[in-house]
């Protein structure tokens, strides 16, 4: 899924993705900071998740599998990705996957809540 671009801009979503993403990581016990840039907030929070994922999967640790369940990304689309991209590629694309999937649950939650456009 990409990120439709009437939220792209939306601020209120832009945050409130980040602090998904903080939330979700500091579950599995790993810190990701959001500077509250919200232009840059994409390629931010994307260098961070990449970072922290090439130190969680040379390790293969139950931290990372406890992380994709807390995200809800099946273990079987990671192993999918690292195959076709190797072990030292697929890191900002898998990044990229979990940014949009943190979208993903704000705006259903939003939905959900009554808060949608």
């Known amino acids: 899924m990409t990120i439709p671009e009437k939220y792209r801009k939306d601020e209120v979503i832009i945050r409130e993705t980040a602090e998904q993403v903080i939330k979700d ?6 810190g990701i900071e ?3 840039n919200t232009l840059g907030a994409y390629d931010e929070l994307v260098f961070q998740i990449s970072q922290a994922l090439k130190s969680l999967a040379n390790s293969r640790s139950e ?37 949009r999937r943190e979208f993903e649950k704000v705006i259903t939650r939003r939905y959900f809540s009554g808060k949608q456009e």
């Open 25 to 30: 990581f500091a579950r599995a016990g790993i």
């Open 34 to 36: 959001f500077s509250g």
């Open 63 to 99: 931290k990372l599998l406890s992380l994709l369940y807390i995200i809800d990304i099946p273990e079987d689309v990671f192993n999918d990705l690292v195959n076709a991209k190797g072990n030292e590629e697929y890191e900002t694309e898998f990044a990229g996957r979990i940014v």
